[in-house]
């Protein structure tokens, strides 16, 4: 871990994040940064108590003369997305995550950051230990397996918590308040198919899609990146209608909550068609790079010749109806709210897209601040892939988070903000997930608001996070604790 890291101001937040990052926490494998949280709060002395999903969640009374004020709860989740560039040699199981300073962000190596929430999380740490920070008495919150299911935020029960107002650390433009957010569920399609022998006189390739930026699914789905997936299966459609292609494997994508980066696919084709196929396919190549230049300059489609035929391939009725399932399944922003500017209402990402060995699976995240929206792309992308055969199933729905602009706390915060630097901060809802509305299903009393420092490019290999944003919202997150109202 780099020194340059820990000498960073506000250094108490980021040596603390130096030393999370040292904890391998992916989603559902949280037991070693749960330990090490377990033990950060018995260390000095606190309340600290582990519920029956995994959340910590560590209790500090109030500083001297703020006995009077609201309890507040910090919270922020612990676990991270781990994603990696293929030429990266990096074990996110074993291995804490590499960081470096490139002039005002802090990046890692090829890999997640961890910015998101480990920022948040060390924020909290930060705060527990300080013995010279005014806060009133505090409930910090870190919660568990936020990144693909939010199954720590549901399982958290009802009476764990006396706090009257929660802060969510967990946003990534510093200059925002949010006060809602979108709800989420999972769409899974699955069928199996019987595999046939590969026929005599084919040509065997690799077609590879890399280089694609990627991002957070909720919140970088309205920029027009490229989606792997849907790139990919552009690819075999016109392959497999104007040259007989026939596919052995697909693996494309990773994550649910990330824009997919990577597609490989191992096809073949009749040999007769080689010529005509690597030409025709090039000008699509072309025709797609020129579409995308502005946003995936670094995109890359290659063409691999290999000596090796597979073993078996997707029938054609099969995969007639698979790729056009692909096609015409939505992709991207569905619909805009109609009551905030620039706001993604609905949206669905096509994350993960497995085909061989007979079967095959396609994975997406559909994401909505309306539930009624939500269910209603859910059930579109049903009806695609149900016309194509599949079984169909939805699961780890959650709800979303809606705006209470008469909320005190936000009041607080509004006025800091603009004290603080000049002008008013801007007061939203996002489309990404936030544990706020899931939270307050047992908690819905609690006065809930969000904001965190700038982060760039979550949930992919160049997430960072902004140095000078980190030093301006510790700012406000201890002039906030100062001015916690009274009970």
Known sequence: MSHEIRNLEPKALWNKFSDLNAVPRPSKKEERVIAFMMEFGKKL????????????????????????????????????????????????????????????????????????????????????????????AIEALFTIDEETGMTGAMGLEGGMLEGEILLNLDTEEDDEIDIGCAGGIDVTAEAEY???????????????????????????????????????????????????????????????????????????????????????????????KTEL??????????????????????????????????????????????????????????????????KLSIQCLTRSSVESSKMDLANALRATFELMGCEVT???????????????????????????????????ACHAGLECGILGTNYPDMDMISFGPTIRGAHSPVERVSISSVQKYWKFVLEILENIPQK
């Open 45 to 136: 002395g606190l309340d600290t108590i582990q519920d029956k999903v995994g959340n910590v969640i560590i209790k500090k009374p109030a500083s001297s003369g703020m006995e009077n004020r609201k309890t507040v709860v910090l919270q922020s989740h612990l676990d991270m997305v781990h994603q990696k560039n293929n030429d990266t040699d990096f074990d996110f199981d074993t291995q804490g995550i590499e960081m470096y300073v490139d002039e005002d962000w802090v990046r890692a190596k090829g890999t997640t950051l961890g910015a998101d929430n480990g920022i948040g999380v060390a924020t909290i740490m930060a705060i527990l230990e300080s013995t010279e920070i005014k806060h009133p």
């Open 194 to 288: 019987d595999e046939e022998e590969v026929p005599e006189s084919s040509v065997a390739y690799t077609i590879t899609v890399k280089g694609l930026n990627g991002g957070h699914s909720g919140m970088d789905i309205h920029k027009g990146l490229g989606n792997a997936n849907k790139i990919m299966n552009r690819l075999l459609f016109e392959g497999f209608d104007n040259f007989g292609l026939q596919i052995s494997q697909i693996k494309g994508g990773s994550l649910r909550n990330a824009i997919p980066r990577e597609s490989v696919a191992q096809v073949i084709i009749a040999q007769v068609y080689d010529d005509a196929f690597v030409y025709d396919m090039q000008q699509i190549v072309n025709e797609i």
């Open 394 to 428: 939805f699961s780890g729905s959650y709800p979303g988070w809606t705006p209470n602009p008469k909320s005190e706390i936000l009041d607080v915060l509004t006025s800091i903000y603009e004290k603080q630097n000049g002008h008013q901060a801007n007061v939203v």
């Open 293 to 358: 230049a502005t946003t995936e300059p670094a995109l890359e489609i290659i063409f691999e010749k290999q000596e090796k035929l597979p073993a078996k391939v997707m029938p054609p009725v099969a995969q007639f109806y698979f790729v056009r399932a692909m096609y015409a399944a939505h992709n991207g922003v569905y619909r805009m709210s109609a009551d905030f500017d620039d706001l993604v209402e609905t949206s669905n990402n096509i994350a993960k897209v497995e085909v061989g060995n007979g």
